[in-house]
């Protein structure tokens, strides 16, 4: 897991709040993935990004839900008008793109009151 | 019929013990293989990377692949009550980056 930072580390937020999560990608690596984990689920893929490009959101909600990589700073994850149903552990991953392994990170605890 | 299956648990061992962890998928386009473990609170840690059929090992960590039975296992040898986990496996198409996760099973090796 080092190298891929996430923060918060743990967030609570009232129901119709915003949530902002923030992931540096490991150093050298360039793509950057987001999971969710849900209680007793397992990881779901939900975005995977490059920089200032999408590359697939397949796995996103369709609507409270974006994520962004600029050219500078970190990989943010937003879910506007937070509902319980989006308390969840959220993690971040990357690579490098020449080496397809993926190294998560700590994880962010979203906890919806 | 859920892609990857995988028994949670929980599972407990006694010290030394070998553990046997086993996933089923059900897509046959899948070619790379993961275990992942997992602490509780913390993100998911790379252990085991496989490719196709076959036996990886690595330490104290066996990984093997049964592609035609659609069957993949992590091996532990003399574990730990260091091991005590949850242990996901993963896996992915040629070409994609998108891993599929099976619910993970928890692991508590006792002293």
């Known amino acids: 897991n080092a190298g891929v930072m996430q923060n918060p580390r743990h967030l609570v937020r009232r129901r119709g709040q915003e949530a902002r999560l923030r992931c540096s990608p490991m150093?050298?690596?360039?793509?950057v993935y987001w999971y969710r984990q849900l209680p007793e689920e397992g990881l779901k893929f939900m975005v995977y990004?490059?920089?200032?490009?999408?590359?697939?959101e397949s796995g996103m909600p369709k609507e409270r839900f974006s994520a962004e990589f600029p050219k500078e700073g970190p990989s943010i994850l937003r879910i506007q008008q937070v509902v319980r149903g989006d308390s969840a552990a959220y993690f971040c991953a990357s690579s490098s793109g020449t080496d397809n392994t993926i190294y998560f990170g700590e994880g962010s605890w979203l906890t919806v009151v | 019929q859920k892609e990857v299956e995988q028994d949670p648990g929980p599972l407990s061992v006694p010290e030394g013990a070998i553990v046997s962890l086993n996933c089923t998928y059900s897509n046959s386009a899948f070619q790379y293989f993961m275990w992942y473990r997992q602490y509780s609170r913390k993100g998911p840690e790379l252990l085991m990377y496989t490719y196709s059929s076959g036996n990886k090992e690595d330490g104290r960590f066996t990984a093997q692949v049964d592609k035609s039975s659609k069957y993949i296992s992590l091996f532990i040898r003399d574990s730990q009550p260091s091991d005590s986990a949850t242990y996901l496996c993963a896996m992915r198409e040629a070409g994609s980056y998108q891993l599929t996760f099976g619910k993970g099973t928890k692991l508590s090796v006792i002293p």
């Open positions: 150093k050298g690596h360039s793509h």
């Open positions: 990004l490059q920089k200032e490009n999408i590359i697939d």
